[in-house]
C-alpha cells in the first residue's frame, strides 16, 4: 500500500510537569510498599505531583504557550482547542474553556474529550477532522492530567503509578505531501469493560453524597491484572492497524512511543511490533503514569534530545480507561 498524504501535521510540541518530585522511597513512607516492588512491577522510580493551587487547566496552558510560542501561533489565532483530561477541574464548564480563557484564545471553540489515556491520540484524530474539514486552519491538542487529585493515596495497589503532568501540540493543515504529516490513526473503545478501570460515583448517576466519599468511591479504582492484559492486547492491535493504515511496516519507524503505563506493558508492546527497545522512548520511570499526558509530553522530549528528527516514522500507541485504545503513525 501507498503510503497516504498526510492531511494535518503537528507544527510544534510543549510539555509543563511540576517540579515536585515524589519518589518510591517517598511511598514508603506512606503506604505498605517498597521501592523494590514499584521497580519491577511497574519500572517507576518517581512521579511529579502538582501543587494543589494549580489545576488542570493552569497545568495544560503552560504547555500550551511554550508549543504556540515555539510555532509562532498567537492564541488569537487557534480556531479550536481540544482538551483531553481525566481530571477536568470542574464538572461544568470543561478545562478546555478554562484554558482557552488563560491563554486569551478568543476565537476558538474548545471542548473536552474523556479517552482517559488514549486521549492525545483520540484530540490529534480529532483535530485532524476539523483541518479536513476546511472550516479550522488551526487547532490546540492538549492533554492536561492532575491524576494526584483522583487518586486514593491509601490504596498502594494504585497510588503509587500515577503521576501530573501536561503536554500539547499546535496542529495545522499539512503543507506537502511528502512532508512531514499525520500519516494514520485508529482509535477504538469497549464499554463493557469499564468497570476494571473507573471512578464508580460522584457523577449524574450517582452523585456526590457522604456515601461516596465514605467508600472512596470518587477516586480511582482499578483491576490491574485484568487491565494489564487488556493493555497489552490492545494495544498490539492499535501498532498493527496503525501501521497497515501507513503502508509501513516496523523497519520504517524510528520511534515508537507507547503509553508509559507500566514497562512491562511498554516492553511488551515494542516485542509485539517488532520494535527494538532502542527505538523506545520510555520515561514511566521519572514520570509515572499521566493518563493522557504521557505520549506528547514523551513527544516533546523525544524531539528536545533529537530522538525524532525530520523525516523520521514515529507510532504512538496508547490504552486506557474505557477501555479506549488507539495508535497514529507520523512522519516528522
Ligand atoms: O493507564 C491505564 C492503563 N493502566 C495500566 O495499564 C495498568 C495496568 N496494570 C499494571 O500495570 C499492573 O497490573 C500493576 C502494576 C497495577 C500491578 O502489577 P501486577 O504484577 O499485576 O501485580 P498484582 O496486582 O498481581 O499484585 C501482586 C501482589 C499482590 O499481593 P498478593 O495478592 O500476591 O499477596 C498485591 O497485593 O502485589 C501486591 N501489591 C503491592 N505490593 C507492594 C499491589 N500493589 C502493591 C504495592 N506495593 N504498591
Redesign the pocket.
Known amino acids: 500500500m501507498r503510503t497516504p498524504t498526510p492531511r494535518v501535521e503537528i507544527v510544534s510540541t510543549g510539555r509543563w510537569l511540576p517540579d515536585r518530585v515524589v519518589t518510591n522511597h517517598d511511598l514508603e513512607k506512606e503506604?505498605?510498599?517498597?521501592d523494590e516492588?514499584?521497580r519491577e512491577?511497574?519500572g517507576i522510580v518517581e512521579r511529579r505531583i502538582a501543587a494543589r493551587e494549580i489545576g488542570a487547566a493552569e497545568m495544560g496552558a503552560r504547555a500550551a504557550r511554550i508549543a504556540m510560542e515555539r510555532a509562532s501561533v498567537h492564541a488569537g489565532e487557534i480556531d479550536v482547542i481540544v482538551v483531553s483530561t481525566a481530571t477536568p477541574d470542574r464538572l461544568l464548564p470543561s478545562t478546555a474553556c478554562d484554558l482557552q480563557a488563560l491563554l486569551g484564545a478568543t476565537n476558538a471553540a474548545a471542548y473536552d474529550i474523556a479517552a482517559?489515556?488514549s486521549g492525545f491520540i483520540y484530540g490529534l484524530t480529532i483535530a485532524e477532522g476539523h483541518l479536513a474539514a476546511g472550516r479550522e486552519e488551526v487547532a490546540l491538542v492538549v492533554s492536561t492530567e492532575k491524576m494526584s487529585s483522583i487518586v486514593d493515596w491509601g490504596d498502594?495497589?494504585?497510588?503509587?503509578?500515577f503521576g501530573d503532568g501536561a503536554g500539547a501540540a499546535v496542529v495545522k493543515r499539512a503543507e506537502n505531501e511528502n512532508g512531514p504529516g499525520l500519516l494514520s490513526s485508529f482509535i477504538r473503545s469497549d464499554g463493557t469493560l469499564a468497570e476494571l478501570?473507573w471512578r464508580p460515583g460522584g457523577g449524574a448517576l450517582i452523585p456526590m453524597d457522604v456515601a461516596v466519599l465514605d467508600q472512596r468511591n470518587h477516586l480511582v479504582k482499578?483491576a490491574?491484572?485484568e487491565?494489564?492484559k487488556a493493555?497489552v492486547r490492545s494495544m498490539a492491535e492499535a501498532a498493527d492497524q496503525a501501521l497497515l493504515r501507513a503502508g509501513l511496516t516496523s523497519d520504517d519507524i524510528s520511534l515508537l512511543i507507547p503509553?508509559q503505563?507500566?514497562i512491562?506493558?511498554i516492553e511488551a508492546t515494542a516485542k509485539y511490533a517488532n520494535v527494538p527497545m532502542d527505538k523506545v522512548f520510555v520515561n514511566v520511570d521519572r514520570y509515572g503514569?499521566m493518563?493522557s499526558a504521557t505520549i506528547p509530553v514523551a513527544l516533546d522530549e523525544a524531539v528536545e534530545s533529537r530522538r525524532l528528527r525530520e523525516g523520521d516514522h514515529v507510532l504512538l500507541v496508547a490504552?486506557?480507561?474505557g477501555f479506549t485504545w488507539a495508535s497514529a503513525v507520523l512522519r516528522w
Open positions: 503506604l505498605d510498599t517498597s516492588w514499584i512491577r511497574t482517559a489515556c498502594r495497589t494504585t497510588a503509587v503509578l478501570l482499578m490491574g491484572r487491565v494489564f493493555a503509553h503505563a507500566n512491562r506493558i503514569n493518563s490504552f486506557g480507561a
